[in-house]
């Protein structure tokens, strides 16, 4: 399941393209995509948290977020689906002007694994690809609340918290959540991202740690 928690009720035109390339790469193989929107949530987090909903009560095996205001490409999609990994992403470029990621650093050393995917603290949930029985753990391990939008409750998964002081994004959260459990977030660096506003922004994080001695950063706001 592709998950766009589009809180304006809209997505980019580039987004739907991606979708439907995404589509398209996955039939190839013999693989199916369901594609959910959640529009007009007054947050990220209960639109996130409401797809989870939807995703455990369907019969799809992997859920991936994705920004409704991105563009990817369909083959990457279908690869980052195919990892044997129960959670992986892609490090999006942010807006803005200095080249940044979203995604936060383990070790000051990258070291990839065999299939080039490296462990990190946290990852956005911009594009993220999460297997269902991390979703189902995480459920069984978070509060359930009813959500104004929704007739049945949901997990409360992703959420804001403050954590000595500092305020965590909901995707960060997510990640903390899941390392407690036992989970390692990977992500892939070598897969392109474009972040699209005012202006468009293109990204290779693999490319960017090659150019940046210290590309871990501080920043604990995930997206943007």
């Given amino acids: 399941m592709l998950g766009v928690p589009a809180r304006s009720g809209t997505v980019e035109l580039a987004t739907l393209y991606a979708a439907m390339d995404s589509l398209t790469a996955l039939l190839a193989r013999g693989d199916v995509l369901v594609v959910q929107g959640m529009p ?8 996130c948290n409401v ?31 195919a990892y044997d990994a129960d959670i992986v992403g892609v490090g999006v470029i942010m807006k803005g002007e200095t080249e940044r990621y979203t995604c936060i650093l383990d070790a000051d050393e990258i070291q990839a694994d065999a299939n080039g995917l490296v462990e990190v603290f946290t990852v956005g949930s911009g594009y993220l ?61 070598e897969m392109h991202t474009e972040h699209i506003g005012k202006k468009s922004w293109h990204g290779h994080m693999g490319d960017y740690w090659r150019a940046c001695n210290t590309p871990n950063d501080d920043n604990h706001e995930a997206t943007s």
């Fill in 40 to 47: 007009g949530l007054p947050s990220v987090e209960m639109a």
């Fill in 51 to 81: 797809l989870v909903a939807m995703f455990l009560d369907s019969d799809c095996t992997d859920l991936v977020l994705m920004g409704d205001d991105q563009g990817w490409d369909g083959t990457e999609f279908a690869k980052l689906c």
């Fill in 129 to 189: 690809r999460i297997r269902r029985n991390v979703l189902e753990h995480m459920a069984n391990a978070s509060e359930w609340y009813h959500c104004a939008q929704r007739v049945k409750t949901v997990p409360r998964i992703f959420e804001r918290r403050v954590i000595d002081g500092v305020e965590w994004s909901e995707d960060n959260t997510f990640c903390l959540k899941a390392k407690e459990l036992g989970y390692k977030i990977l992500v892939d660096p």
